[in-house]
């Protein structure tokens, strides 16, 4: 496998990594003990995220992004690393800051609207609610609930409770709720996980549009790989830490022809996640070989299976 120099944005370094980020995890670990036996699943995880992207996390049942979604929300705490959101150190953050730091720098969106709604209220009700407990003027929150439900595309649903409305507009009224106290970031947990492709579309561009208009950090975390195509960037966990990520851009010059790359994740410690496929198709295990050549490295397994010059020249 041969890989390159990645194109675009250019960083000098985790100094310059970090600068400015409102999410950023440099060596996050995270055990915790399940029937007497200790779990590792997060192994030492980096993550920076700029301000005002939209990006997705993906991975497996077991690879650890379920876990860096509660760190992330403060639901939970890291055993060790560094965890940074808008600010706060997650890992020194007391009650009363993490009472603040998830009414107002961070919005939740479950994937079950039970969880994110209050079955009792009417959709404009369940928005002015957090407002209320954060101590805004009744004529705010009337303003900001009016505001929201017009921009998410569910005014006409403002009167009536959860159980009425389809599951695309209950996720976009979660959306709104989670928006209510304008958070710095919006965290999804598979926010599409039990609605149609047709409603999941109609929730992502959501997320498209919040991400656009206010300037709000959205991470979404889902098991489905199809994500890649409603977000900017997409980082693959895998086995506790970041594995690789895809980025979609559109080229100058050619419309909306949008390309999709995939890069392998470099880590502080230089080390590189190779995808599964690759290690698979290559028989790699333990050792590997590596070259430098020129502005690139030639990675092939330590006995090839042929070592004549024109399987050289293959590889």
Not at 124 to 129: D, F, G, Q, S, W
Not at 144 to 164: K, S, W
Not at 241 to 251: G, M, V
Not at 262 to 269: G, N, P, Q, T
Request: hydrophobic share 35%; charged share 25%.
């Amino acid at each position: 496998m041969t890989t390159t120099r990645t194109p675009g944005r250019h960083r000098s370094g985790p100094a310059a990594a970090s600068e400015g980020a409102p999410i950023v995890c440099d060596g996050l670990v995270r055990i915790y003990k399940r029937k007497g036996v200790e779990v590792v699943a997060l192994q030492g995880l980096d993550l920076h995220v700029d301000p005002g992207e939209l990006i997705a996390i993906v991975g497996a049942s077991g690879s650890g992004k379920s876990t860096l979604l509660n760190i992330l929300s403060g639901l939970d705490s890291p055993s060790a690393g560094r965890a940074l959101v808008a600010g706060h150190d997650l890992l020194a953050m007391g009650r009363s800051e993490r009472r603040h730091y998830r009414l107002r720098t961070c919005g939740f969106v479950w994937q079950r609207s039970g969880d994110n709604l209050v079955p009792y209220l009417n959709a404009a009700e369940n928005v002015a609610l957090p407002q209320r407990l954060a101590g805004q003027s009744r004529n705010d929150r009337a303003q900001r609930t009016e505001q929201l439900l017009e921009q998410l595309g569910i005014a006409e649903v403002a009167d009536q409770r959860p159980a009425r409305l389809t599951g695309s507009q209950q996720q976009r009224l979660a959306i709104a709720v989670a928006l209510a106290n304008d958070p710095h970031v919006l965290f999804c947990d598979e926010p599409t996980g039990e609605l149609d492709t047709s409603e999941s579309h109609e929730v992502y561009g959501a997320l498209q549009q919040v991400n656009e208009t206010h300037g709000t950090t959205v991470v979404v975390v889902t098991h489905d790989p199809a994500v890649t195509s409603e977000v900017r960037r997409t980082i693959a966990i895998r086995d506790g830490r970041t594995a690789s990520e895809t980025l979609r851009r559109t080229p100058g010059h050619e419309g909306e022809h949008v390309v999709a790359e995939e890069f392998a994740v470099l880590d502080r410690a230089g080390r590189l996640q190779l995808p599964t496929d690759f290690v698979s198709a290559l028989g790699l295990h333990r050792r590997v070989r590596l070259e430098l050549v020129e502005d690139h490295i030639q990675i092939w397994p330590e006995h090839p299976a042929a070592d004549s010059p024109s399987s050289e020249e293959d590889r």
